[in-house]
T-cell receptor
Framework: QQPVQSPQAVILREGEDAVINCSSSKALYSVHWYRQKHGEAPVFLMILLKGGEQKGHEKISASFNEKKQQSSLYLTASQLSYSGTYFCGTGPKLVANAGKSTFGDGTTLTVKP | DAGVIQSPRHEVTEMGQEVTLRCKPISGHDYLFWYRQTMMRGLELLIYFNNNVPIDDSGMPEDRFSAKMPNASFSTLKIQPSEPRDSAVYFC???????????FGPGTRLTVL
């Protein structure tokens, strides 16, 4: 019952845009996004709590469609530093009827010069 | 601030031994999370604390795992007895609020032979 991420991998040139999708088969109460570089700890990017909520962080933003039980991460004008593996997660259990926290398998993003 | 501190950074032990992983959260953070990451299972949230109280331990794999937070500046994750399938990188993270940015420690790489 973990979220499903797509695509599994994407290769970009600097300056190009990318979208990473995260879909869940169960109701989502929150969605967390992380980026992890090889051999390093994950870096928390953002959390989305409400359906339709969009958040931004520099040139990285995300949306959350509660009805469709999915979230998307948008990377615009990608930079070399954006390379890494991006994970979505359902977040810690904050409400009584939320399920166990789960994570997607990750999307590997490679930005080339 | 020094950030989240984890010790040891690397641990190699033999099956059946007790293993204790340690975490010092960022001062002032009220939430502490323990994660595990492996190639096979991906990233998993094991347990999280709020004000030193365990809130959700539904991710703890089995009774061999236990976590404590005796005070606001220290937490332990104990595995007794350890098994080879426990080999993973264990991350600790902390934050001021459950919906705010989580700051990850560098992780402890555990190898159980």
């Amino acid at each position: 019952q973990q979220p499903v991420q797509s695509p599994q991998a994407v290769i970009l040139r600097e300056g190009e845009d990318a979208v990473i999708n995260c879909s869940s088969s169960k109701a989502l109460y929150s969605v967390h996004w992380y980026r992890q570089k090889h051999g390093e700890a994950p870096v928390f990017l953002m959390i989305l709590l409400k359906g339709g909520e969009q958040k931004g962080h520099e040139k990285i933003s995300a949306s959350f469609n509660e009805k469709k039980q999915q979230s998307s991460l948008y990377l615009t004008a990608s930079q070399l530093s954006y390379s890494g593996t991006y994970f979505c997660g359902t977040g810690p259990k904050l409400v009584a009827n939320a399920g166990k926290s789960t994570f997607g398998d990750g999307t590997t993003l490679t930005v080339k010069p | 601030d020094a950030g989240v501190i984890q010790s040891p950074r690397h641990e190699v032990t033999e099956m059946g031994q007790e293993v204790t992983l340690r975490c010092k959260p960022i001062s002032g953070h009220d939430y502490l999370f323990w994660y595990r990451q492996t190639m096979m299972r991906g990233l998993e949230l094991l347990i999280y604390f709020n004000n030193n109280v365990p809130i959700d331990d539904s991710g703890m794999p089995e009774d061999r795992f236990s976590a404590k937070m005796p005070n606001a500046s220290f937490s332990t994750l104990k595995i007794q007895p350890s098994e080879p399938r426990d080999s993973a990188v264990y991350f600790c993270a902390s934050t001021w609020d459950s919906t705010d940015t989580q700051y990850f420690g560098p992780g402890t790489r555990l190898t159980v032979l």
